[in-house]
């Protein structure tokens, strides 16, 4: 995942920091991820579901609201009202300088405010809350013990998630006027809703009135046990797997040249301008060949030299089960480990080459079943007789022409 730190006025003038995650190749869509209220968007939940968001070829733009984070302004004097504008510059944002977003993501209040602004952002066509209040005056419960303060002086000092924050009269009033259950009704996007059951911030049923006031297509995910804020990682990165899964559905396909049939005998692999991600196809069989992200790559396939190892680990135990059903032996199972490196020749006693580096495959070979010594021992000896195993030691020619 590579990021950007990236900065964009909202409708007041004002200053907002975002950070935008882009995938290694060319983005298959880009998201617009609204955090929770009085959270930034350095929260660890937030950074986790960008990464798998990325991972599945998806850019991320995730910002801090007007008075959060990194952003100007004063956040006493923002609102629901005023978190929807920033969304929807934000929106403008993506679409002046890469690509208008087609998913929309909020969390907690983010999510409500992202269910708001979502009629008017024509691009988006899947929007996703987490942990998301049904309408925007659940909020206002954080506000109960300091309601008369707020009425008769017009605003007070309130302690939301263990930080002082001057909250004003406006933000209430504010929160009162809005219609949320008629923006849901009328959203016309595919709307995923996750939400965890034993959630003490937003009540799950929040999540259940959203469902039932939004049309099909609507899913739901539960998040089982975790927290409000997706503390525990593992949680975090679950929800952005399912997400990442979910809204690539909705995104448009790429309109690439059509892949090349494979055949028995012919393998096709093509890599793009844009990494080294490698579609393959083989027989009837399609697979993704990639390479790590230490040298460049995105880490989303084996690497060639892992299906080298692969083809010399099938080959062998496939060999070994035609020679035991021939041999009618009491055989289970053979599983076999390759190891692959590149050594120095004269680090090997039984190379014929003196100089350089070379290849060298380790191979472990486990049997199961009621075998004799003599019977494992010959079975060691037939593994060096599969196929790959010679062709990895005999000659070999490659002959290349242009297509």
Known sequence: MQNQKIVFENQRGQTLSGILDLPAAAPAGYALFAHCFTCSKNLKAAHNIAGALTDAGIAVLRFDFTGLGQSEGEFSDTNFSSNVEDLLSAVGYLDREHEAPAILIGHSLGGTAVLQAAAQVDSAVAVVTIGSPSEPGHVARMFVGSRKTL????????????????????????????????SIGALRKALLIMHAPLDDVVEIDNASALFVAAKHPKSFVSLDTADHLLSREADSKYAGRVLASWASRYLPRPTAPEMPSGSDSAVVARTRADGFKTEVRMADYEIVADEPRSVGGTGLGP???????????????????????HKKLRFESATVRVEHDKIHAKDCEDCESGAGRIDEFRRTISLEGELTDAEKARMLEIADRCPVHLTLHGETKVRSTLA
């Open 303 to 325: 690497t060639p030299y892992d299906l080298l190892s692969a083809a010399l680990a099938t080959c062998t135990s496939m060999t070994l089960r035609m020679y035991a059903n």
């Open 151 to 182: 009425r008769d002086r017009g605003e007070a000092t309130v302690n939301l998630g263990g930080r002082p924050f001057l909250m004003k009269q406006q933000f209430l009033d504010d929160l009162e006027k809005q219609d949320l259950p008629s």
